[in-house]
């Protein structure tokens, strides 16, 4: 999804130069209530794009559907200095051509759906709800707290706004779900359709940023199928939220709650994936993990390690506690600080995963120095290898679908490259583990590295290595977006 800052439009010219449209398409079908749509752009794309998809909209709902598309913002770029025109305007075309009663709804595609969503915050009483396409409310707004039923949609396959941020609000609406009698999965639904991307929800060339950022779609899913897709859950949600028209609220009760389950499904490796390093105990699974395979599994079955996730001011002061229970048992204590990247915009075009794990662990040569009579393997192993092997958990958590189309379209696998070796702990601290995303869905992964031998007398972290580890969920998210993309560089 795109971030233009609103500040941006007070230095163009003044937006009362271009003349707003709102270009109405009546209803196709008899009733006795009416229900309107207001649909606002993403950037880059004219109103009339969401032409064909308001046909949809109508076909799909059983009442008296307005369509209204906001056309000829400047740049062809939705603003919030004019969207409140284009609504006012809406209203007013809506009812002098026959429009009765206040069913009005909302909606906006990408960065119109942010400022439809900031819009609905404080024009709530203009509007029976909202609708992000593609879209969501940003971090600082709860689902549970906004005045309106809104409904979040979008693709699995939608490469600028990635599923891997429509996770975290679909967790968010799962948790209200659990502790909240209201059934909020009803009023504020989140929905992940299989096989659609950005560019579905409306027609026509796409603009070159959605181009360029974009997922091929599954070969099935043409834009008429996408299209009534979008129409059959957005009818649903105005049927739920309008009790209009009576005889299909059951139906369309059913819909959403279908549409529920089939977007748990869909988020759940990811979630799942996500929680191993993200989590309420504070403690990596990948540090864990990476700390018992090092070792190797000879040394490894006579050591239990627990993790602690630290800040990244405390990385550079800690090392592995060992705890020797017996001769051949011990205990290690790893430190971890789990990095996520750093997005005041909430901007969805990015990766929205940790970009690395900072992991403090005991070395093989430091555990066999303190369990000498412990069997152990020859292996010796980097912060490669561990890579490699995280890699592998996220590839083997990963849906069927996303294998199938990985391999439907021939992506890469990534590349790990040898360590880099840091001098000392502060350039390991400073030494970013890099992540370079190339052509045609290439990604190449190279590791730092901070070894302290057993038998160094300098200091206190004898025996110990600190590695930067590609989180799974890192990995898994170039698995479900970034290796399908075509032709980027």
Same mark, same amino acid.
């Given at each position: ?23 109405? %398409? ?201 299209? !009534? ?41 990811? !979630? ?90 005991? !070395? ?61 702990? %502060? ?63």
């Amino acid at each position: 999804m795109f971030s233009i800052p609103v500040l941006t439009f007070a230095f163009i010219l003044p937006v009362s130069v271009f003349a707003l449209e709102a270009k109405v %398409l009546k209803p196709t079908k008899n009733g006795t209530f009416d229900v309107g749509i207001i649909i606002t752009p993403g950037a880059d794309i004219a109103g009339e794009a969401y032409e064909q998809l308001g046909i949809k909209l109508q076909e799909a709902f059983n009442g008296r559907m307005w369509i209204s598309l906001l056309c000829d913002f400047p740049f062809n770029t939705p603003n919030p200095l004019q969207l409140g025109t284009g609504v006012s305007e809406s209203i007013s075309k809506f009812k002098d051509a026959g429009f009765q009663g206040k069913n009005i709804f909302l909606a906006g595609h990408s960065l119109g759906g942010v400022f439809v969503g900031s819009y609905g915050l404080n024009h709530w009483s203009q509007l029976k709800g909202v609708m992000l396409f593609a879209s969501y409310l940003t971090r600082s707004h709860r689902l549970r707290d906004y005045p309106l039923p809104v409904l979040t949609i979008s693709g699995d396959l939608d490469g600028l706004t990635r599923i891997t941020r429509i996770v975290d609000t679909f967790e968010e609406l799962e948790n209200e779900t659990l502790h909240n009698p209201t059934p909020l999965n009803l009023i504020t639904p989140v929905i992940v359709m299989r096989g659609i991307n950005h560019g579905h929800f409306a027609s026509g060339n796409m603009p070159p940023n959605v181009l360029k950022h974009d997922l091929p779609v599954d070969k099935d899913i043409t834009f008429d199928i996408a299209h !009534s897709t979008i129409a059959s859950h957005v009818s649903n949600f105005i049927t739920v939220n309008t009790g209009l028209p009576k005889e299909d609220y059951a139906k369309a009760t059913a819909g959403l709650k279908g549409a529920y389950t089939s977007t748990q499904n869909i988020i759940k490796p990811l !979630s799942k994936i996500k929680a191993l390093d993200t989590n309420k105990a504070k403690s990596s699974f990948s540090t864990v993990t990476a700390q018992k395979y090092i070792l190797g599994d000879k040394l490894a079955a006579h050591v239990d390690v627990g993790d602690k996730e630290i800040s990244l001011q405390e990385i550079d002061f800690y090392e592995p506690d060992v705890q020797l229970k017996n001769k051949s048992f011990a205990h290690v204590q790893t430190y971890s600080n789990v990095v996520v990247p750093f997005d005041p915009e909430d901007v969805s075009l990015n990766p929205q995963t940790p970009s690395e794990i900072q992991s403090v662990m005991k !070395s093989k040569e430091g555990m066999i120095e303190l369990l000498p009579g412990v069997p152990h393997d020859s292996r010796n192993l980097t912060c490669r290898d561990l890579n490699k092997f995280l890699y592998h958990v996220a590839l083997n958590a990963s849906s069927s679908l996303a294998h199938n189309r990985s391999v439907e379209r021939n992506s890469p696998e990534i590349t790990f490259h040898d360590d880099g070796i840091s001098g000392n702990v %502060l350039n390991w601290t400073l030494d970013s583990l890099d992540l370079k995303y190339g052509a045609n869905g290439a990604l190449d992964v190279t590791s730092y590295a901070f070894i302290v031998a057993a038998d160094d007398k300098g200091g206190k972290m004898a025996g110990t290595i600190h590695c930067k580890l590609l989180s799974p969920y890192r990995a898994m998210e170039w698995i479900y977006i970034d290796s399908l993309k075509r032709n980027v560089s």
